[in-house]
């Protein structure tokens, strides 16, 4: 028997849920995926995946409750994609995250594909590309789900809410970038260098602003590599959210997010109009291996009080850069530190070689290989035998979670790089985070009492060079959920560990539509039995896609110098050929000098957001913008 304080607790709880589900709605956006020409920094124009004609590419916005359908179709004509939400948990429906060949197979080109699945989560997040490292050809933009019940509300109006996203620029295409990454001819590892950033995908961005109001900016690291330095001259930032997750607020000058991380906050404007500032994005060039001489890597914008005032330069910053704290933060809600985990997942972070020369990323020992069929449909069709991880194949690096479960994953960098590690499918209690060069978390000898009481939480921290990080979650999300390094660099070589979760429970209660199956026949990929496609005997993972073997026993660390300073003699050698083979020949005719100068695949229409460096643009997202369309 309830008492009439219970009663009108579930009273309340009821009306709660009705008017939420008076107020959600179907928003649906229509994707035609293509090729259009973008030069975002004015230096160079290039093929960038567009949607409808269009790049930038549209945000996707909704309201907490509501129901988002994506049909996407793939005219790239020469590429697969698929479309990853990052940030979102997609309970109940993981066949829509979006990695290709963990819980769907790519979209061909000429095939469609439909996403559809509610948002239960406020805040900033973004989409993008999760297949063969595309992304940063374009195929990414912001993700904002609004809360109509937000706690911080009374500190500004939505209306003067504003999207902000940072990014590095590649002039080159990944399909040509990445043979050569991953090469003989590139021992070391080392990642390329971006050309540019960019603010809101462009350059010499201006920011109207009023006196006097309080401004949301919400912000997106939507780049492939470079972390970034972000500062507004003149104002601090208080941050209200990052990654999702509503943080009680608190004051930066200076904020750093690695690529894929999302902060948002709030920046009160001056009372005068006498002067416009900059606001300032800073690559972290401790991640390049190379500092080109023509790399510019800062992207100012400015908050314009007045266009008819000059729009100044940054001021220059001699002193090393201090960002804030994000361990520091404290969650909305108060959530208390998890209990000692029932699951220790340890991952140490590697580059090496391989037998075929080129240099790998690992967890441990394994490098990441995607399976023949998706990791999710091994799930669903390997019955009692799902919850045996072996299935899943050798080189998914897959561990199989129980519901409920509290897991704890640490991850150890032996290499000298920082790593943004995201998780699919949760936030993690980030809690503990040792500074650079601290070794291993063995060595910092912690115990429960050393851990914050009430950890911060997010979806992708960033892990300092030669130290380590220990984050913990609640298995409390059935689904096939990779943990990976965000660097997309490192993604494509194999920095990727799989959590399948409960795949008991997503055997009764998951159906995949048959839009998702088409998708896999159309390529001829199976979509029952284990990593290697077998059905008869699950063990057996003959067949499965494979890294290359290892380096022979004995090739030693000088071993692995001597080959790259081999190969590094090589490539000189052919380059003084090539060099002495292209100089000009005074008898030969005009036309053999020519070169051919545009892009060789171009397979729209040109861009039509005029975003060039000289043309500058603020995406500024309420409610009811985004391109798409609603239905109560």
């Given at each position: 028997?309830?008492?009439?304080?219970?009663?009108?607790?579930?009273?309340?709880?009821?009306?709660?849920?009705?008017?939420?589900?008076?107020?959600?709605?179907?928003?649906?956006?229509?994707?035609?995926?293509?090729?259009?020409?973008?030069?975002?920094?004015?230096?160079?124009?290039?093929?960038?995946?567009?949607?409808?004609?269009?790049?930038?590419?549209?945000?996707?916005?909704?309201?907490?409750?509501?129901?988002?359908?994506?049909?996407?179709?793939?005219?790239?004509?020469?590429?697969?994609?698929?479309?990853?939400?990052?940030?979102?948990?997609?309970?109940?429906?993981?066949?829509?995250?979006?990695?290709?060949?963990?819980?769907?197979?790519?979209?061909?080109?000429?095939s469609s594909f439909t996403?559809?699945?509610?948002?239960?989560?406020?805040?900033?997040?973004?989409?993008?590309?999760?297949?063969?490292?595309?992304?940063?050809?374009?195929?990414?933009?912001?993700?904002?789900?609004?809360?109509?019940?937000?706690?911080?509300?009374?500190?500004?109006?939505?209306?003067?809410?504003?999207?902000?996203?940072?990014?590095?620029?590649?002039?080159?295409?990944?399909?040509?970038?990445?043979?050569?990454?991953?090469?003989?001819?590139?021992?070391?590892g080392a990642e390329p260098?971006?050309?540019?950033?960019?603010?809101?995908?462009?350059?010499?961005?201006?920011?109207?602003?009023?006196?006097?109001?309080?401004?949301?900016?919400?912000?997106?690291?939507?780049?492939?590599?470079?972390?970034?330095?972000?500062?507004?001259?003149?104002?601090?930032?208080?941050?209200?959210?990052?990654?999702?997750?509503?943080?009680?607020?608190?004051?930066?000058?200076?904020?750093?997010?690695?690529?894929?991380?999302?902060?948002?906050?709030?920046?009160?404007?001056?009372?005068?109009?006498?002067?416009?500032?900059?606001?300032?994005?800073?690559?972290?060039?401790?991640?390049?291996?190379?500092?080109?001489?023509?790399?510019?890597?800062?992207?100012?914008?400015?908050?314009?009080?007045?266009?008819?005032?000059?729009?100044?330069?940054?001021?220059?910053?001699?002193?090393?850069?201090?960002?804030?704290?994000?361990?520091?933060?404290?969650?909305?809600?108060?959530?208390?530190?998890?209990?000692?985990?029932?699951?220790?997942?340890?991952?140490?972070?590697?580059?090496?070689?391989?037998?075929?020369?080129?240099?790998?990323?690992?967890?441990?020992?394994?490098?990441?290989?995607?399976?023949?069929?998706?990791?999710?449909?091994?799930?669903?069709?390997?019955?009692?035998?799902?919850?045996n991880p072996t299935v899943?194949?050798?080189?998914?690096?897959?561990?199989?979670?129980?519901?409920?479960?509290?897991?704890?994953?640490?991850?150890?960098?032996?290499?000298?790089?920082?790593?943004?590690?995201?998780?699919?499918?949760?936030?993690?209690?980030?809690?503990?985070?040792?500074?650079?060069?601290?070794?291993?978390?063995?060595?910092?000898?912690?115990?429960?009492?050393?851990?914050?009481?009430?950890?911060?939480?997010?979806?992708?921290?960033?892990?300092?060079?030669?130290?380590?990080?220990?984050?913990?979650?609640?298995?409390?999300?059935?689904?096939?959920?990779?943990?990976?390094?965000?660097?997309?660099?490192?993604?494509?070589?194999?920095?990727?560990?799989?959590?399948?979760?409960?795949?008991?429970?997503?055997?009764?209660?998951?159906?995949?539509?048959?839009?998702?199956?088409?998708?896999?026949?159309?390529?001829?990929?199976?979509?029952?039995?284990?990593?290697?496609?077998?059905?008869?005997?699950?063990?057996?993972?003959?067949?499965?896609?494979?890294?290359?073997?290892?380096?022979?026993?004995?090739?030693?660390?000088?071993?692995?110098?001597?080959?790259?300073?081999?190969?590094?003699?090589?490539?000189?050698?052919?380059?003084?050929?090539?060099?002495?083979?292209?100089?000009?020949?005074?008898?030969?005719?005009?036309?053999?000098?020519?070169?051919?100068?545009?892009?060789?695949?171009?397979?729209?229409?040109?861009?039509?957001?005029?975003?060039?460096?000289?043309?500058?643009?603020?995406?500024?997202?309420?409610?009811?913008?985004?391109?798409?369309?609603?239905?109560?």
């Open positions: 028997m309830f008492s009439l304080s219970g009663r009108l607790l579930l009273l309340e709880a009821w009306i709660t849920t009705l008017l939420g589900l008076s107020r959600a709605a179907t928003v649906t956006y229509n994707f035609d995926i293509g090729w259009v020409t973008s030069n975002p920094d004015g230096a160079f124009d290039r093929p960038t995946i567009g949607i409808n004609g269009q790049w930038p590419i549209p945000p996707i916005v909704a309201n907490i409750g509501d129901n988002v359908v994506v049909q996407a179709t793939n005219h790239l004509g020469n590429q697969t994609t698929s479309l990853h939400f990052h940030g979102l948990f997609m309970n109940g429906t993981t066949q829509m995250d979006g990695p290709s060949q963990v819980s769907q197979c790519a979209i061909a080109p000429g996403y559809n699945f509610t948002v239960n989560q406020p805040g900033t997040y973004w989409y993008h590309s999760h297949t063969n490292g595309q992304y940063p050809d374009g195929l990414r933009g912001p993700l904002i789900i609004h809360d109509p019940d937000s706690p911080f509300l009374d500190l500004y109006e939505q209306v003067n809410e504003r999207v902000l996203t940072v990014s590095d620029w590649y002039h080159d295409q990944m399909t040509d970038l990445l043979p050569g990454f991953i090469s003989k001819g590139n021992p070391t260098v971006p050309q540019a950033a960019l603010f809101n995908d462009t350059q010499n961005l201006g920011i109207p602003v009023r006196p006097g109001t309080t401004y949301l900016f919400r912000m997106i690291n939507i780049g492939a590599f470079a972390g970034q330095y972000i500062w507004f001259e003149g104002h601090n930032m208080t941050i209200i959210e990052v990654d999702g997750v509503y943080h009680q607020p608190a004051t930066a000058e200076m904020i750093y997010l690695s690529a894929a991380q999302r902060c948002s906050f709030l920046v009160t404007t001056k009372n005068e109009t006498t002067t416009n500032y900059a606001l300032v994005a800073s690559m972290d060039t401790t991640l390049f291996d190379t500092l080109p001489d023509d790399l510019n890597y800062n992207v100012t914008g400015w908050l314009v009080y007045d266009e008819a005032q000059p729009l100044p330069d940054p001021a220059i910053v001699y002193d090393e850069f201090e960002p804030f704290d994000d361990m520091t933060l404290i969650p909305y809600d108060n959530q208390t530190l998890f209990s000692e985990p029932d699951k220790i997942v340890e991952l140490d972070v590697i580059m090496d070689n391989l037998g075929d020369g080129a240099n790998y990323a690992f967890f441990n020992n394994i490098t990441y290989k995607a399976p023949t069929v998706p990791t999710l449909y091994t799930a669903l069709s390997a019955g009692d035998m799902a919850t899943y194949g050798s080189f998914t690096h897959s561990f199989v979670l129980e519901r409920g479960e509290i897991v704890q994953i640490i991850v150890n960098n032996l290499d000298t790089g920082r790593h943004p590690f995201h998780l699919h499918g949760h936030h993690f209690q980030a809690i503990y985070r040792s500074d650079e060069d601290a070794g291993t978390f063995e060595d910092s000898n912690l115990s429960e009492s050393d851990y914050p009481a009430m950890p911060m939480r997010r979806d992708t921290f960033v892990l300092y060079p030669t130290g380590n990080i220990v984050l913990r979650f609640r298995a409390d999300n059935p689904g096939v959920w990779l943990f990976h390094c965000h660097i997309e660099w490192h993604v494509a070589s194999g920095l990727i560990a799989t959590f399948v979760e409960a795949p008991l429970d997503l055997q009764n209660t998951l159906t995949i539509p048959q839009n998702h199956l088409d998708a896999c026949a159309a390529q001829s990929i199976p979509t029952v039995g284990n990593a290697a496609g077998n059905t008869v005997d699950l063990l057996d993972l003959t067949g499965e896609p494979r890294s290359p073997d290892p380096l022979p026993d004995g090739f030693t660390t000088r071993g692995k110098v001597a080959l790259a300073f081999s190969c590094l003699s090589g490539i000189l050698g052919v380059m003084v050929v090539a060099w002495y083979g292209l100089a000009p020949d005074a008898s030969a005719p005009s036309w053999a000098e020519q070169r051919v100068t545009e892009p060789a695949v171009v397979d729209s229409a040109e861009r039509s957001s005029g975003a060039t460096g000289t043309d500058p643009k603020v995406i500024a997202v309420t409610a009811v913008s985004g391109n798409g369309t609603s239905k109560e």
